[in-house]
């Protein structure tokens, strides 16, 4: 396990500032409270195998411990990196991309399923959505309780949104937590 170079890192930043926008600082300065250390410390990013981990400074030091080879996972898993050296962030992200989100939907119940096995999300299923949404942003997908579904790409703006008709596309599916099922040997 080792820190993220500085094209890994650019890359990485590029894709949460996507979806969280300026929230991206309260990301990076989070403080944790793990471990043993009366103070706190702070969270950062490791790579292990082509994945990118968030986990706590402290967590890091005890890790070294172990070799790299027996190391399997630390911390939460946001992401990998392909062999073309393109990030893609990964569902166990969507709880930290939630908690942090620039751009939200929220989804009707009768739409959610529907999103949970991989579709796009439709404006017939829109329940609300954020203001000054471009075409192209990151956005985090809501249930109408509040529970993150998932994320994608805003297909529309929000003021595209208006005129639509009730089939066209408005976020582009990208993850979900459906994925915990569908694919569980892959996570």
């Known amino acids: 396990m ?5 094209n890994e890192t650019t890359a990485l930043f590029e894709k949460l500032f996507k979806f969280t926008g300026n929230n991206l600082k309260n990301i990076v300065e ?12 702070r969270y950062c990013f490791r790579l292990q195998k082509n994945r990118v981990y968030y986990v706590s400074e402290s967590m890091v030091k005890r890790a070294t411990n172990i070799g790299r080879a ?8 946001i992401g990998k990196f392909t062999k073309g050296g393109n990030f893609h962030l990964t569902v166990q992200s969507v709880n930290l991309l939630a908690a942090n ?9 009768t739409s959610e399923m529907s999103f949970l096995y991989g579709n796009h999300v439709l404006k017939g299923g829109l329940g609300r959505i954020t203001e000054n949404i471009v075409a192209g942003d990151g956005v985090v997908v809501f249930s109408m309780s509040d529970v993150p579904l998932g994320f994608g790409i805003a297909a529309k703006s929000t003021q595209d949104c208006r005129k639509l008709d009730p089939n066209g596309i408005v976020v582009l599916h990208q993850s979900d937590i459906g994925e915990y099922l569908r694919m569980e040997d892959e996570l």
């Open 2 to 6: 080792r820190p993220l170079d500085e």
């Open 30 to 41: 989070n403080p944790s409270y793990e471990g043993p250390d009366p103070n706190a410390g």
């Open 70 to 77: 027996q190391l399997v996972s630390l911390g939460t898993c």
């Open 101 to 109: 989100a620039k751009h939200k939907v929220w989804l009707k119940p």
